[in-house]
Nanobody, 122 residues
Framework: QVQLVESGGGLVQAGGSLRLSCAASGRTFSNYYMGWFRQAPGKEREFVSSISRSESITYYADSVKGRFTISRDNAKNTVYLQMNSLKPEDTAVYYC???????????????WGQGTQVTVSS
């Protein structure tokens, strides 16, 4: 399996921006479809965004569409999530995930990172 390590989380005021990074190792990164999920306190983990191997296809949850942008750099084995216009409801632990098939379901991804905390204050 590929190993995933997220970074870039933190505390930000509403309206601010953060960029999350997820570094992959152990397998050929470009073979994987990559995704971001999040889990808020007391809630189930939910889909945020995903990107195909060649960046040609991206998906976004309706709640983040127009504010978040997913991208990847296959030369650096890294996927990014640029988060703009952050809202308090974006507060969650954000998880990076990798899988061999594209999609928006947790079941589409077989490898997961440990998560990074994002807190948005009002």
């Amino acid at each position: 399996q590929v190993q995933l390590v997220e970074s870039g989380g933190g505390l930000v005021q509403a309206g601010g921006s953060l960029r999350l990074s997820c570094a992959a190792s152990g397998r050929t990164f470009s073979n994987y479809y990559m995704g971001w999920f999040r889990q808020a306190p007391g809630k189930e983990r939910e889909f945020v965004s995903s990107i195909s191997r060649s960046e040609s296809i991206t998906y976004y949850a309706d709640s983040v569409k127009g504010r978040f942008t997913i991208s990847r750099d296959n030369a650096k084995n890294t996927v990014y999530l640029q988060m703009n216009s952050l809202k308090p409801e974006d507060t969650a632990v954000y998880y990076c995930a990798a899988g061999f098939r594209g999609g928006v379901l947790q079941a589409d991804f077989g490898s997961w990172g440990q998560g990074t905390q994002v807190t948005v204050s009002s």
